[in-house]
Every structure is written in structure tokens, then in C-alpha cells.
């Protein structure tokens, strides 16, 4: 049924008394702050060039006595070293092969499986497409359009083979050993031509962030599902050092096991053992993110009938079949919004290697900022680190929502 | 029966070996450490300290180290006892106006839930430090806000209230006035249970309290509380309540970021509660103002606390992010306790235990209030 425009606005603007004065004023409010706003963001900004275009804008802006436009111009000037850090310029190319190999298992999956995975597939696709649009370079245009071509094929290829059982069991396995061989590539071999050695030093911008991301989620998966289970065992020992990890574990915050880490693993491991500074890392994010899996893990546990149990029971399966068949899918689909949950916000504090010495896209955002060829502190430089969690996280969390959805969880 | 066949048997058998390996690994550590010449020692803790945190309670550069991480633990209890109780307003203003059915609000609501939830709070405290508290005008020409609020480059400065003569003759005024406002409350709770009424009981002891609080300032020869504003003398304003920039910073920061989360949770645990208890208590004649009161509210909280726990519980915990604005709370005090006398594994200790300790009393006291509210099942 289609309202009106007039009829509309009465209804949720206008409805009564209080809430028309409500509708004024927060419109007042929202003139006040986004006209001013606007003007610096988008008509006065400064969109590329280098230093000397943004520091032409502010002489115009304080000869005329005017508030200086927004300096986009930063953004591009600075994108690889925000994307990649110090990664080797030439060496780049195992970024985006590495890129291009995780969104070519993202679309067999998308083929075999379909369903959701079509949807992901088809927003990374379009969004790949639409990011064609920005001012890049020939080289990096050549390897953007690679993403939805290779995306392409290989849902393709899923598609003709999704009814073979095999592929399946080959895409899990792929999928498993990928971590390893995007180490690999990505860090090489010393002496190698082909694949010569890239310390993790100098890996960095949102592309560390990522690799951190990427293996918090996969290493702390089985391990919190472990500790869920551990925590719930009838054997005293190992449920009670199962319980005391996880208490500890969350009643710190992830910087203050950050710096355990970085200490305790140089401390605690034999002098000869030396483990760099991002692996430490990425333990520490493991470990933290494991105790709040393994706690989403235990409410979805608790909340499957006993009655589950013991049908498998008297049809004659073992405890670790009816755990790993029957209890195991259902525990883990009820807890899905709250792991995805997790796994933002493990997204979102991949920012906290700031504290670490790092140079993730935070730190070099701010190393940026603070540079003196660009005009006072630049918060443009801020607000596009945000802008780029932003994009994940929300990409994430509508993925999330449309799988709840499908799933049906929370409606039985 | 077998031995190796008798599961009671095979379950010690597992235990044992499971805490013979967990034994195992903590030796082996332990000699890692050893053999490195680390020993646990936490005499340094009554070694001066050497430094002093600006921003704090007051304290002097040869206080021991132990002193100065108290004045960090201040720090934190302070960011983490204001940023509860503003974020709470927050999110409980922006969680109900996610359900207003005022488009605008709403939508308003809606972008600063969803724009704030998806960033990351480090970014967010930078972003309010550098380009928010930073940018303030110099103090020469600091912004005036009505009711003298003061706010430049060095921070904000609001009034301060502070006791004049007669100020411990009031005190004891409000002492008694404290007394009278229980005993009215319980006597008026005990009458509305008895005649089954629902009511306002907290108002009258509340209202007691007040009056009595405003006759007997009034009859008292003068004020017993003056207000003190900030007066600008040489190169900065003097006296008023001034919080710094890096304060601000991270309250704001902090607040903005949880209140953002108890939105959400405000808003799931109002529609948790079916459309069809509105209705009924409609039907029944209770007016909106005593359905929010009596029926939804009670069953919203219910849904409501718990996740409203953790979100308490990260604030405290996302407190230890001050560094990022250049507030000096217990882990920053500690990063530079460590620097200063290098003992790495007693200070781990202390950061753990502190912030554990912390977490375990927000529990605590949140698991109390849950009991008392959750439903009563057979």
C-alpha cells in the first residue's frame, strides 16, 4: 500500500505534539552539524595531488579567512603503504596472488555450496567491479580486475561440480591448508628467486591486519570448541584448568595479554627458540578469542535438550558420536550471531597491535597524520582507517544477519 | 571386570595423565625461566618510583612504585565508575530512540548505532583526542558555554562545588534527611503492598529527602555550598573542576563506544517482551507510563541485564586503552613501572591480578542484581 508523501510525513514525523517538536529540533540539530560538514568533506576538499595541492588549499583558505577543505588527497598518495606497509614494492605481487587464491576458494565454495556463499560472492564480486572505479594504477587495475574474473571461474567450476562429493571434501581440505600456504607465499624462503624471504617486520597496513584476522578466526575455532567441551567434561582436573583459562583469559583486556604474550613467550620458551614478533601476536589473539568462543560454544551447548543425548544414546551411539554428529551442528548453528560477533570485534581490535609496535594500517594512518608535508594533524587520514574497518565489519554483520535468517535461528 | 575396561578406571587413569602433562609443561617452563637467571622478586616494589602522572591524586615523584600504581588504579576506578554510569544514560536514551516511531530519531539512532558499533574504539579514542580535544581553541579564547563551562586546548573546566561554614552542620542535616527519606519509602511500600496498589514509593522517600535538604539549607544563617568557577589569571585558568583533554578524551571515547552496544541490547531486550503484554495490560487499563512501569520494563530487564554485564565488563577493560590518548591509568602506569626497574614477570602479575579483581567484582555485583530480577522458575 502506497502512502502518500504528506500522509507519510504525519504519520513519522509529525505524529503528535511532542513528536513534531522532537522532529524540528533533531532537524535543527542535523543543519547545524552536517551543512558545515558537508562543506568540509566534499566542497572545499582537496581529492588528489600531492602535499603541495593540499598545502595550495590551505594558502587559499587562510588568505580568504576561511575554514580549510578536507585533504583527501593524503589517501592516495599514501595507499600502498597503507594497504601493504614496507612489503617489498616488487614483491607485491604475492599479495595479490595470495589475494587472488583466497577469493578463488571463496568461489568454489560460493559453487558448490551455494546459498549464502552466492550472496558473499556476489558482493565481493560487485565489489571489486565498483572498486575498478577509483583512481588506481594501470598495474593495480590489471590485478583488481583479476579478482572477478577469477571469481568467476571458479564459481563456475564449483557449480559443474557441485553434486561430485569428492570436490567437497577437497574444498574442506584446501580450505584447511590454506593458512599454510599463504604463509608460504607470503613470507618465502631465503635464498629462494622465485619466493625470496620477506621478514614479517616488514608486513603491514590493513593487509597485517587481515593475516592476523584470518588466522585468529581459524586457530581459535577448534580451539574454543575444545575448551567448551573440556569446561563441560565430568573429569575434575580438566574441567577445572579448563575453567580457570577461560575466567583469566576474559577477565583481562587484550592488550594487557598482548604484552603477556610478547613477554611470556620470550621469557617462558627456551633461550635458542626465537619466535618473532607477529607470531607472539597472533598467539595472543588466539588465545583471547578461543575463551569467548568456547563461551558462546557452552550456551549453545546448554541449550540443546538432553533429550538430544539420549535418543543418540539408545540408538547405540558412542559419546563422541553423538558429540561430534547430533549435539556439535546444533550447538554450533544456534551460536552462530554470536561467534560472527566475535570475529568482528577480533577485526576490529587487530587495531590494538598499534600497542605492539606493529605497523598495521592504524599505525601507519598515524604515522601519516603526523607528517609535516600535510597540512595540520590530518583526521581524513582517520576517519578512511575507520571508513575501512567499517566496511568489513558491516559487510560482516549483514552477512551475518542474512544467515541467521536462513538458518532459522531464534525462530524454533 | 578388567581393570583397562572399567570406565571409572580409565577416567582417573586420564586425569592423571592429563595433570601429569599440565605439570610436565609448567616445569619446563619454569626451568626456561631459571635458566635465564629471572627470578620473581617483588622487593622493587617499595623502591621511589622516580616519575608522577599528571592528572592524578596528588603524590610526589619519591613515592614507592607501589604508590604510584595505586594512583593508576585510581585513574582507572575513576574513567570506569563515570563512563558506567554516563554510558548507561547513553544507550538507554539511543536504545529507545531506535524504537521511536519518529522516523528521524530513529534513523538518527540508527547511524550512530551502526556507524560507532562497526569502528574500532582505538580509532575512535584517537580520533576524539587528535582531531576533537586537540583542536580546541587556545585557552585565550576558549569557547564559553552557558553555566561558565569553559573548553580549550587544555581541557574542560566546569564549576566545582565546594563546602563553605556551615557545611558540617548541613551534612548532618542531610544525614538525618537520609534517615527520614528510608523510613517514609519503607512505610509507604509497606502500605502499597497492603492495599495492593501500585505506586510511587521511591518518590516519596526521595521527596522527603529533598525537603528536607532545602528547609533546613534555607534556615540555616548562610549558604553551606558555594560554587567555584574558574578564573582566568596569567597564562591559564585557575580552580574549577578541569578535566584534561586526555581524560575527556577517553571518557568520551569510551562512552560513546559502550553506549553505542547498550543501545542495541536496551532496544533487543524492549522488543523481546511480545507486543501481546502491551495490549493485555492495555485492555486491563493501565496506562502507558504504568504498562512501561509494571509490565514491560521488568520483563525487559530480565533479557537486558546480562548482556548489559559484559558490556560493563569491557568497559572496565577497554579503560586500559588510555595510553592511546596519553591518560596514565594502571596499565600505563605499570608499562613505565616496568621500564624503569625491568621486572617483567611481577608486574604481568600485578596487571593480571588487578584487572581480574576488577572484572570479578563488576561480576559480582551484576550476578547479584540478575538474581534478584530473573524469573522465578519451579
Known amino acids: 500500500m502506497r502512502i502518500g508523501v504528506l500522509r507519510w510525513l504525519k504519520e513519522n514525523l509529525f505524529s503528535s505534539v511532542f513528536n513534531s517538536l522532537l522532529t524540528i529540533l533533531a532537524a535543527i540539530l542535523i543543519v547545524w552539524f552536517l551543512v558545515p560538514t558537508v562543506n568540509w568533506a566534499v566542497l572545499d576538499a582537496t581529492w588528489s595531488g600531492g602535499p603541495e595541492a593540499c598545502a595550495g588549499a590551505q594558502q587559499e583558505a587562510i588568505s580568504s579567512e576561511i575554514e580549510r577543505g578536507a585533504c583527501w588527497a593524503v589517501i592516495p598518495y599514501n595507499m600502498k603503504r597503507l594497504m601493504s606497509g614496507s612489503y617489498p614494492v616488487d614483491q607485491t605481487s604475492r599479495i595479490w596472488i595470495s589475494l587472488i587464491l583466497f577469493v578463488g576458494l571463496f568461489g568454489l565454495s560460493s559453487g558448490l555450496f551455494g546459498g549464502l556463499w552466492r550472496m558473499a560472492a556476489a558482493v565481493v564480486g560487485g565489489a571489486s567491479v565498483l572498486i575498478l572505479l577509483f583512481p588506481f594504477s594501470a598495474v593495480t587495475r590489471a590485478w583488481i580486475v583479476a579478482i572477478p574474473i577469477a571469481l568467476l571461474f571458479t564459481v563456475i567450476v564449483g557449480h559443474l561440480l557441485r553434486r561430485s562429493k569428492i ?17 608460504i607465499i607470503l613470507s618465502g624462503f631465503s635464498g629462494s628467486e622465485l619466493l625470496p624471504a620477506i621478514s614479517t617486520r616488514q608486513w603491514g597496513g590493513l593487509f597485517l591486519n587481515f593475516i592476523i584476522a584470518v588466522v585468529g578466526i581459524t586457530a581459535s575455532f577448534p580451539l574454543g570448541v575444545l575448551l567448551a567441551l573440556g569446561r563441560r567434561s565430568k573429569l575434575v582436573v580438566v574441567r577445572t584448568v579448563c575453567v580457570l583459562y577461560i575466567e583469566t583469559i576474559r577477565g583481562m583486556p ?16 627456551p633461550g635458542t627458540w626465537d619466535v618473532d614478533d607477529l607470531i607472539r601476536v597472533m598467539v595472543a589473539f588466539t588465545l583471547f578469542t578461543a575463551a569467548y568462543i568456547a563461551e558462546n560454544v557452552r550456551g549453545g551447548l546448554q541449550s540443546i535438550p538432553k533429550g538430544q543425548e539420549e535418543a543418540a544414546h539408545a540408538l547405540g551411539l558412542s559419546t563422541f558420536y553423538t558429540m561430534a554428529f547430533i549435539v556439535m551442528p546444533q550447538a554450533l548453528r544456534a551460536v552462530i550471531p554470536a561467534n560472527v560477533g566475535q570475529f568482528i570485534s577480533l577485526l576490529k581490535d587487530t587495531s590494538l597491535v598499534f600497542f605492539a609496535a606493529l605497523l598495521d594500517i592504524l599505525s601507519i594512518g598515524l604515522n601519516i597524520l603526523n607528517e609535516p608535508q600535510w597540512p595540520g594533524p590530518n583526521k581524513e587520514m582517520l576517519i578512511f582507517v575507520a571508513l575501512s574497518f567499517w566496511i568489513f565489519a558491516y559487510f560482516m554483520s549483514y552477512m551475518s544477519r542474512k544467515l541467521e535468517k536462513s538458518l532459522g535461528v531464534g525462530e524454533r | 571386570m578388567k581393570l583397562i575396561r572399567d570406565v571409572r578406571f580409565l577416567r582417573v587413569l586420564a586425569q592423571v595423565v592429563f595433570l601429569g602433562l599440565v605439570l610436565l609443561f609448567g616445569y619446563w617452563i619454569y626451568n626456561n625461566v631459571a635458566s635465564k637467571g629471572v627470578v620473581v622478586d617483588f622487593s622493587f616494589l617499595e623502591r621511589t618510583a622516580g616519575f ?21 588504579v585510581v585513574n582507572t576506578l575513576r574513567v570506569i565508575v563515570i563512563g558506567i554510569i554516563l554510558a548507561s544514560i547513553l544507550g538507554l536514551i539511543a536504545g529507545i530512540a531506535r524504537l521511536s516511531k519518529n522516523w528521524l530519531i530513529n534513523k538518527i539512532a540508527a547511524v550512530y548505532v551502526e556507524t560507532i558499533r562497526n569502528t574500532p574504539l582505538l580509532v575512535q579514542l584517537f580520533f576524539w583526542y587528535i582531531a576533537v580535544f586537540l583542536q580546541l581553541p587556545v585557552v585565550r579564547e576558549a569557547i564559553q558555554l552557558p553555566g561558565e563551562i569553559i573548553l580549550s586546548q587544555r581541557g574542560l573546566i566546569f564549576p566545582r562545588p565546594y563546602g563553605l561554614e556551615s557545611w558540617e552542620m548541613w551534612s548532618v542535616f542531610l ?4 534517615l527520614v527519606g528510608l523510613f517514609v519509602f519503607i512505610m509507604r511500600r509497606r ?18 529527602f529533598a525537603a528536607i ?10 549558604s553551606p555550598v558555594g560554587l567555584e568557577f574558574a578564573e582566568f589569571r596569567g597564562f591559564n585558568y585557575r580552580g574549577g573542576l578541569q578535566l584534561t583533554p586526555e581524560f575527556a578524551a577517553l571518557l568520551f571515547g569510551l562512552v560513546i563506544y559502550t553506549g553505542a552496544f547498550i543501545a542495541e541490547i536496551v532496544r533487543a531486550g524492549i522488543q523481546s517482551v511480545s507486543k501481546g503484554q502491551r495490549e493485555a495490560s492495555g485492555s486491563l487499563g493501565l496506562g502507558p507510563l504504568q504498562t512501561l512501569r509494571l509490565v514491560i520494563l521488568p520483563q525487559a530487564l530480565r533479557v537486558i541485564v546480562p548482556p548489559l554485564t559484559s558490556q560493563y565488563l569491557n568497559l572496565a577493560k577497554n579503560s586500559s586503552l588510555a595510553s592511546a590518548t596519553g591518560y596514565k591509568d594502571l596499565f600505563g602506569v605499570s608499562q613505565t613501572i616496568r621500564e624503569n626497574t625491568g621486572r617483567e614477570i611481577e608486574i604481568i602479575l600485578m596487571i593480571a591480578g588487578s584487572y581480574l579483581i576488577l572484572s570479578l567484582a563488576t561480576s559480582l555485583f551484576m550476578n547479584w542484581y540478575n538474581r534478584k530480577i530473573k524469573l522465578v522458575e519451579r
Open chain 1, 254 to 269: 587484550l592488550i594487557a595479554i598482548i604484552v603477556i604474550a610478547l613477554i611470556m613467550l620470550r621469557l617462558f620458551l
Open chain 2, 52 to 72: 608522577t602522572v599528571s592528572d592524578a591524586i596528588p603524590h610526589q615523584r619519591d613515592d614507592s612504585n607501589l604508590q604510584l600504581f595505586f594512583v593508576g
Open chain 2, 175 to 178: 544525614l538525618e534527611g537520609l
Open chain 1, 167 to 183: 570436490a567437497k571434501r577437497v574444498l574442506i581440505f584446501l580450505w584447511l591448508l590454506s593458512p599454510i600456504a599463504l604463509g
Open chain 2, 213 to 222: 535538604a532545602i528547609i533546613t539549607w534555607f534556615i540555616l544563617p548562610s
Open chain 2, 191 to 208: 502500605h502499597l503492598r497492603k492495599i495492593e496498589r501500585p505506586g510511587f514509593p521511591l518518590l516519596w522517600g526521595l521527596g522527603a
